[in-house]
């Protein structure tokens, strides 16, 4: 997948994981990006680790990976900020 994929992917990954986890008035549209691409990672390392297929992709399968691996970042992302406060 290139880098216009990852982008598109990491967009609405990034974008349903911070409509799911409450970040959505706190993030923009970058920060989505870079959410669902790290999220992607995230996500792609956890399914490999339980023995399931990662990224494989421009399709849903993928999306959902991605979905999956940014709402796990924003969980710990905010379980860091509500320590700090």
């Not at 992607?40 to 390392?45: A, E």
């Not at 709402?71 to 700090?84: E, M, S, W, Y």
Request: cysteine-free; overall charge positive; proline content about 0%.
């Amino acid at each position: 997948m290139g880098i216009i994929g990852w982008v598109i992917i990491g967009a609405l990954a990034g974008w349903i994981a911070s409509l799911i986890t409450g970040n959505d008035k706190k993030m923009g549209a970058w920060l989505n990006i870079l959410v669902g691409i790290i999220g992607g990672f995230v996500g792609g390392l956890v399914m490999n680790l339980i023995g399931a297929r990662g990224i494989t992709g421009f399709n849903i399968w993928s999306l959902l990976v991605s979905v999956v691996g940014a709402v796990l970042l924003l969980l710990i992302v905010n379980a860091f900020r509500r320590k700090k406060s």
